[in-house]
């Protein structure tokens, strides 16, 4: 008996690992920026989480708001998303095609508390209000939202 129940364990557990590799969903992260300037210069918002790796609300905040809207698709279009790591020693292309550290970047813009999230223009100005922090979760994504319809009419030359 302990082992049909065994067998069945094992068949019912392949084939639920097996549902989701053939349900072909990739596991979506958030792009990491490595070249601001090219980032920018899409003609749409540049919406930048500034992060660091011992961050909880940084997890928080890409699990709960970013990778969703990520998976749905339907900011493609609006937005173009990055996450810059504080902590990562990493070097990216300024909006001046120079290399710098991530926390050079963050200093240019006083990011000191993370998440940060910034609008950004293809000048790399801000065209909208940054976020800091995750404050309260559930009311989040209405904050950003209206950021980016902020930063999208900035870009339209209707908000200035």
Known sequence: MKIILTLAALITATALAGESLESGEAEVTMPVTRDLRADAG??????VMFSR??????RQLEAEQFLPLLRAGDYAERIVLRKLSLDSGQRILDLDGIQVETREIASRYR???TPTVLLLGPDGREIAERLVGLGI????WGYLERAIRQAERRLEGLDV
Request: charged share 15%; hydrophobic share 40%; proline share 5%.
């Open 137 to 140: 979760a559930d009311f989040y």
């Open 111 to 113: 990011v000191f508390v």
């Open 53 to 58: 790796s011992d961050c909880g609300f940084c």
């Open 42 to 47: 899409t003609g749409k918002p540049l919406v």
